[in-house]
């Protein structure tokens, strides 16, 4: 059973770059999984951000596509995301997310590991 937790939040001016990372423990079986990051702002759903699964395939929300990139290491077991261009509408908590086998869709009610989240705040 894999254990998530996330780091790299902070605060940031608009415009501005963060990354953020998750770090994975308890499977020797995380290169078999996708990964996943969603955020949830006060007062609204979470949403998918991006996945990434075995084979480094991935597939990005609309609303962040071509700021964000998804990437994993799986020789450290780490899951990245480099957020570019950032905005005040991406302020967010941000969550990584893990599920065995292979995502089409980044959809919360997939994913049955979370990460505790890391707050991204952009002004």
């Known amino acids: 059973h894999v254990q998530l937790v996330e780091s790299g939040g902070g605060s940031v001016q608009n415009g501005g770059s963060l990354r953020l990372s998750c770090a994975a423990s308890g499977s020797s079986r995380y290169s078999q999984y996708c990964l996943a990051w969603f955020r949830q702002a006060p007062g609204k759903e979470r949403e998918g951000v991006a996945h990434i699964n075995n084979d480094f395939s991935t597939s990005y929300a609309d609303s962040v596509q071509g700021r964000f990139t998804i990437s994993r290491d799986n020789a450290r077991n780490t899951l990245l995301l480099q957020m570019n261009s950032l905005k005040p509408e991406d302020t967010s908590v941000y969550y990584c997310?893990?599920?065995?086998?292979?995502?089409?869709?980044?959809?919360?009610?997939?994913?049955?590991?979370w990460g505790q989240g890391t707050q991204v705040t952009v002004s």
């Open positions: 997310a893990a599920r065995f086998g292979y995502c089409t869709t980044t959809r919360s009610t997939d994913f049955i590991t």
